[in-house]
């Protein structure tokens, strides 16, 4: 049911659209319905507009496209047809409106084959379960290397030739190295290093510690990489390096 302005209103946009080929402006419409500013004009277009008689064409000027008049059957009413019959045809109204098609989402398929993997992540051949032989200090030295407690799976591109094997980090002395307490030091065994290799050194045949090694003359220095530690100095007899640290492996 439309009020007798948006009849009118609805009836000069018509009889314009047919004589000009053109919708009229806002002007044209307010000086025909006698109205004092175009907001009335515009509260009526969108009257129209929301009751289905007219639609707004979008991106371009003065574009107004009639879709019924009054009397015409309303765009939501469809026509019966009969079991197997095609459909009846569309009206004027019905086929100005866009169809809006239900949303399905565009997926590209891609050929990955396989189960997922973590990027990064090893294939479970390239995995060597190394055996953990307890606690390492970063620190004050603590216990001495234990028997085998664990085992540990280890990328096989983090090891080097010969045997290695794993301890827990306890402690914080190496912290600007990158290790830290509760990390995995992977460690290939072996009675040397060159000076500046991070080692495992046995000291005093009784405390096992994890510390850069510094070889001055006839001394050995255990040097720590957190400045709250201090360097310890100690004879060449008193040290025996157990292996040096090829990797670490965190836990989160």
Known sequence: MLTKKQHDLLIFIDGRIKETGISPSFDEMKEALELRSKSGIHRLITALEERGFIRRLAHRARALEILRMPGDPSPEKT?????????????????????????????????????????????????????????????????AIQLEVDRFATPAAMLQSGEHYILEVQGDSMVDAGIH???MAVIQRC????????????????EATLKRLR????????????EAYETRIYGPDRVNVQGKLVGIMRVY
Not at 113 to 142: C, F, H, Q, S
Not at 215 to 226: D, I, P, Y
């Open 191 to 206: 009675n040397d290093a060159p000076s500046g290799d991070i080692v495992v050194a046995l000291v005093d045949d009784q």
């Open 215 to 226: 070889k001055r003359g006839a001394s050995v220095a255990l040097e720590a990489a957190n």
């Open 79 to 143: 026509i019966a047809t009969a079991p197997g019959a095609p459909p009846a045809a569309a009206t004027a109204a019905t086929l100005a409106k866009p169809v809006r098609q239900p949303f399905s989402p565009h997926v590209v398929a891609g050929a990955f084959g396989g189960e997922r993997k973590t990027p990064g992540a090893p294939p479970a051949a390239d995995m060597t379960n190394l055996p953990v032989l307890g606690r390492i200090a970063a620190g004050t030295p603590i216990e």
């Open 181 to 183: 307490d509760g990390d």
